[in-house]
């Protein structure tokens, strides 16, 4: 098995990955743990009690390190080959309290409620980004973090269509040039249900079932995703239900940039219900 992703420590000390950190030591996880703490304070005979959802969870990383912390854990894929690596972790490291399916994220609603939705690098690769955010609060008791791309309000390079696409961009990417924000060629900025953002092409329309599959880290029923602008993002968060939106900022830890929020374009939302 190829991991791609998620370096998580095996049972005989082995990792998924060579040479990179693991998932369970990243500062990306520990900003969790952090929030976890603050919101669920309990000991881990307490923390059984309660319900996560990792949602596009890929390799199955974080689900992993829930699931150690003592929560009921599901994972949530839409492909194969992650929801195998997944379950052979699981089985490998002998959690009975982990669990995955492999399913489109949109039918979340068919599992119940949960008490911590984990929804991270998913919601920009969807075409329906608001009606999902409804789907994850009708199913969510209290807790979500939400780590996702938006949208920049104001970039003269997307108006530049096709040029910015197959000249500017790609000429951006090679050097750096000017590129204080990174150039995703997103589409202008419109509306989309309701809320303003921008439209990022995934794969071609007519993209084959087989090609879509082996795109382990992309959209799954759609070509193409809508990214929300970050007031947009927070308002419907808002709108949705969640009483409380916080931007939590120690997540980049020292793996990135200084700059990698402002440069991605990218951030980590906690949304509250109380
Ligand atoms: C960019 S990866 C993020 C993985 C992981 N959550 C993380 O942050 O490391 C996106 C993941 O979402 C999954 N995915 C994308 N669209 C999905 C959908 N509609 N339903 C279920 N999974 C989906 C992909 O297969 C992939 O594993």
Redo the contacts with the bound molecule.
């Keep these: 098995m190829k991991w791609t ?2 370096n998580i420590q095996l049972s005989n000390g082995d990792k998924t990955l060579e040479n990179a950190l693991l ?1 369970g030591e990243s500062a ?1 996880w520990k900003s969790i743990v952090n929030s976890l703490d603050l919101f669920f304070p309990g000991k881990k005979e307490e923390r059984k009690k309660l319900r996560v959802v ?6 199955g ?2 689900a992993v390190e829930f699931a150690k912390l003592g929560f009921d854990t599901l994972g ?4 194969e080959e ?1 929801i195998q690596k997944c379950n052979y972790v699981k089985s490998d490291l002998g959690l009975t309290n982990l669990n995955f399916v492999k ?5 979340l609603a068919s599992y119940g409620k949960f008490d911590i939705v ?5 919601l920009y ?2 075409n329906d980004p608001i009606a999902f955010l409804k789907t994850i609060s009708n199913c969510t008791n209290k807790l979500l973090f939400l ?1 996702t791309h938006y949208a920049t309000e104001r970039d003269v390079r997307y108006r530049l269509g096709p040029l910015n696409k197959h000249l500017f961009g790609p000429f951006q990417a090679k050097t750096k040039f000017l590129e204080f924000t990174k150039n995703y060629c997103l589409g202008p900025i419109t509306s989309h249900e309701g809320y303003r953002g921008r439209w990022f092409k995934e794969y071609k329309k007519n993209a084959s079932a087989g090609k879509i599959e082996k ?8 070509d193409k995703s809508f990214w929300l602008c970050k007031k947009d993002l927070t308002l419907a968060l808002h709108e949705v239900k969640f009483n409380s939106v916080f931007e939590q900022f120690n997540y980049t830890g020292d793996m990135y940039t200084h700059d990698f929020s402002y440069y991605y374009s990218r951030s980590m939302f906690v949304g509250v219900k109380h």
């Design positions: 992703g998620h998932l990306m990792d949602l596009g969870c890929l390799e990383g974080y949530i894929d839409a492909r992650n399913d489109d994220v949109r039918n984990l929804c991270y690098g998913l690769h969807l780590n795109m382990l880290w992309a959209s799954y029923n759609n």
